[in-house]
């Protein structure tokens, strides 16, 4: 009877703000989704309703009187570390925002003013977090109980103890399950972070995609082992992801074109990047290839102005790809680079901005690539959510019009994935054409 009760309850979200104005819109919003709300007004109060409350979820503002977010959040923190923490703040808090996510490990922050699907997005990733988290819980509680009465039936005749073996078997059946969705389930939260930024428009919109693949198809090259490429490729995914800070003014124009404060602002964003990463756990090399993907070989760029190889090799790497794809997207240089042209801007600056070696790997690898590129659209063809079939294999990431991410590259699809698609498009009024490789269409 508890296992169904736990099963429909509903997940409590705590609002911490003195402005009530700010509650009561949130309040609003948010009971759209069937939310359990409790509103407090100050600091003391939150900590007081968490006494007495099982809440799952926190949403506080920065500025309050007596006890600031930051603050809150982290004696939150220590009362229950598992509930999940959100940040509500102001463009000029940036230094305390930096602070609380490493003192207080918040899940994310948001600024004001915020956008009520962006925020509403925010609350159900935060929330599929802590019912992961929860998961995990409860696996771990069986393991125990498993471990305790595998003791008690070693005990007990050999009959018993082939019969519990079966069981533990189809436990470490489940726990191996379990595994795979979190492995999948992370990715697809680091996705789902850089299609935010994507989300912001302008020049931004696939560029972190772009440049993901790239690195990923570099790094291969350079023979770097399986966990030096997955930290180049989620720092490629998520390098842009302190932008989300920028005003739209300063995205929407080409580098060449920004004000000297502008461009100052701009460069920021690497190290805010970085800053919303270091309470991440084995982040640390994906953390740094973001800070110093701007650097320059000859150590003219930024923020620590490091030269050469103390440069890291992954930072190295990301310079290039981002370069490349930003010539040609018109983010550098009002001017959009050709192809041709973007790869004679790379060796006329390697040496300078670029190490010389990655370079000339990645110029090579490209020019080769033209071929391969026409083969590659062979193997990918885009079908309908009806023409599609289980054992189907996603050639590309699959989004929404309005860029919310769907599925991820390599998916195998089934039955209940294709029925889900088709109940989406369904209820969004909107047709999807998914990509599939070719080799595995019946």
Same mark, same amino acid.
């Given at each position: 009877? +508890?296992?169904?009760?736990?099963?429909?309850?509903?997940?409590?979200?705590?609002?911490?703000?003195?402005?009530?104005?700010?509650?009561?819109?949130l309040?609003r919003?948010?009971?759209?989704?069937? /939310? !359990?709300?409790?509103?407090a007004? +100050?600091?003391?109060?939150?900590?007081?309703?968490? !006494?007495?409350?099982?809440?799952?979820?926190?949403?506080?503002?920065?500025?309050?009187?007596?006890?600031d977010?930051? !603050?809150?959040?982290?004696?939150?923190k220590?009362m229950? *570390?598992?509930i &999940?923490?959100i940040?509500?703040?102001?463009? +000029?808090?940036?230094?305390?925002t930096?602070?609380?996510?490493?003192?207080?490990?918040?899940f994310? /922050? &948001?600024?004001?003013?915020?956008?009520?699907?962006?925020?509403r997005?925010? &609350?159900?990733?935060?929330? *599929?977090?802590r019912s992961?988290?929860?998961?995990?819980?409860?696996?771990?509680?069986?393991?125990d109980?498993?471990?305790? !009465?595998?003791?008690?039936?070693?005990?007990?005749?050999?009959?018993?103890?082939?019969?519990?073996?079966?069981?533990?078997?189809?436990?470490?059946?489940e726990?191996?399950?379990?595994s795979? @969705?979190?492995?999948?389930?992370?990715?697809?939260? @680091?996705?789902?972070?850089?299609s935010?930024?994507?989300?912001?428009?302008?020049?931004?919109e696939?560029?972190?995609?772009?440049?993901a693949?790239?690195?990923?198809?570099?790094?291969?090259?350079?023979?770097?082992?399986?966990?030096?490429?997955?930290?180049?490729?989620? #720092?490629?995914?998520? $390098?842009? &992801? #302190?932008?989300?800070?920028?005003?739209d003014?300063?995205l929407?124009r080409?580098?060449?074109?920004l004000?000297a404060? *502008?461009?100052?602002?701009?460069?920021? $964003?690497?190290?805010?990047?970085?800053?919303?990463l270091?309470?991440? *756990?084995?982040f640390?090399?994906?953390?740094s290839?973001?800070?110093h993907? =701007?650097?320059r070989?000859?150590?003219t760029?930024?923020?620590?102005?490091?030269?050469?190889?103390?440069?890291?090799?992954?930072?190295?790497?990301?310079a290039i790809?981002?370069?490349?794809?930003?010539?040609?997207?018109?983010?550098?240089?009002?001017?959009r =680079?050709?192809?041709d042209?973007?790869?004679i /801007?790379?060796?006329k =600056?390697?040496?300078?901005?670029?190490?010389p070696?990655?370079?000339?790997?990645?110029?090579?690898?490209?020019?080769?690539g033209?071929?391969?590129?026409?083969?590659?659209f062979?193997?990918?063809k885009?079908?309908?959510?009806?023409q599609?079939k289980?054992?189907?294999?996603?050639?590309?990431?699959?989004?929404?019009k309005?860029?919310?991410?769907?599925?991820?590259? #390599?998916?195998?699809?089934n039955?209940?994935?294709?029925?889900?698609?088709?109940h $989406?498009?369904?209820?969004?009024?909107?047709?999807?054409?998914v990509?599939?490789?070719? +080799?595995l269409?019946?």
């Open positions: 009877m +508890s296992e169904q009760n736990q099963e429909i309850k509903k997940f409590s979200i705590l609002l911490v703000d003195d402005e009530k104005n700010i509650t009561s819109s309040n919003l948010l009971r759209k989704d069937n /939310y !359990e709300i409790h509103i007004g +100050s600091g003391l109060e939150g900590l007081a309703m968490l !006494e007495n409350n099982n809440i799952d979820l926190i949403v506080s503002d920065m500025r309050m009187p007596h006890m977010g930051a !603050e809150f959040l982290k004696k939150a220590v229950d *570390e598992k &999940i923490r940040l509500l703040t102001g463009y +000029s808090d940036m230094s305390s930096i602070s609380a996510i490493n003192d207080a490990e918040i994310r /922050y &948001i600024s004001k003013p915020w956008n009520d699907d962006d925020f997005l925010t &609350i159900r990733r935060g929330l *599929e977090l992961l988290g929860q998961e995990r819980i409860r696996l771990k509680k069986l393991t109980k498993q471990n305790e !009465e595998l003791i008690s039936l070693n005990k007990n005749l050999e009959s018993k103890v082939e019969l519990r073996t079966q069981k533990i078997e189809s436990m470490m059946d726990l191996r399950e379990s795979d @969705i979190v492995k999948k389930n992370y990715l697809y939260i @680091i996705k789902t972070f850089s935010l930024t994507d989300m912001r428009g302008g020049h931004l696939g560029h972190s995609r772009r440049v693949d790239n690195a990923r198809k570099l790094a291969t090259l350079l023979k770097l082992n399986s966990k030096q490429i997955q930290d180049i490729f989620f #720092g490629s995914l998520l $390098h842009d &992801i #302190g932008k989300i800070g920028l005003s003014d300063i929407s080409s580098q060449s074109l004000t404060t *502008e461009l100052a602002e701009k460069k920021k $964003h690497s190290v805010w990047g970085e800053g919303l270091l309470g991440m *756990e084995n640390q090399n994906v953390s290839i973001i800070r993907h =701007h650097e070989y000859d150590g760029g930024y923020p620590d102005q490091l030269s050469g190889e103390d440069i890291p090799l992954g930072a190295r790497v990301l790809v981002n370069d490349f794809d930003g010539l040609q997207s018109g983010a550098l240089y009002q001017k =680079h050709s192809i042209e973007a790869i /801007y790379l060796k =600056h390697q040496q300078s901005y670029y190490d070696k990655i370079v000339k790997l990645f110029v090579s690898q490209f020019k080769m033209k071929n391969e590129k026409q083969g590659d062979k193997t990918k885009g079908l309908f959510t009806s599609l289980p054992g189907m294999v996603l050639s590309q990431d699959l989004f929404t309005d860029r919310m991410l769907l599925l991820t590259k #390599g998916q195998i699809l039955t209940t994935i294709i029925n889900r698609l088709v $989406h498009e369904n209820t969004m009024k909107e047709i999807f054409t990509k599939i490789t070719v +080799s269409v019946k």
